[in-house]
């Protein structure tokens, strides 16, 4: 075994040399966003616990400019994200499936399955808000 090993040079910023990596870093940083926003929502809910000032003081937080900028963002990028996920599924599938079921079918029932959770959430939201 060699005392120093043969370690190629790469820079910093790889991936901004091909699209594809590019891309692919885009979506996989949306996690970070995602993560963040998901600790803004459990703030949100300790606020709630604490009482009636404190969640008044963490909506008027989510009210600040930077925290909607925040949201359309996370959103935009969550969007992102779903639509190249959806787009990969049909060829990460195990092959015998692939070999059963059709490309465009496998993408038509995710997003089929995305607009059906959306709107349960968002009818969820609308009932608990209502309540």
Partial sequence: M???PYVRPMKRTW?????FYRNYMIRESSCIFDGLYAINLLVGLIQLVKGQAAWDSWLAFQAHPLMILFTVVTLG???YHSV???AMC???MPQPLRKMIADKTVVAA???ALVGASAVILLAAIWGVGA
Wanted: aromatic share 16%.
């Fill in 2 to 4: 060699s005392r120093r």
């Fill in 15 to 19: 991936f901004l040399d091909h699209p």
């Fill in 77 to 79: 990028l969550t969007l």
């Fill in 84 to 86: 190249t996920f959806i």
């Fill in 90 to 92: 049909p060829r990460v």
């Fill in 110 to 112: 995710s997003y089929g």
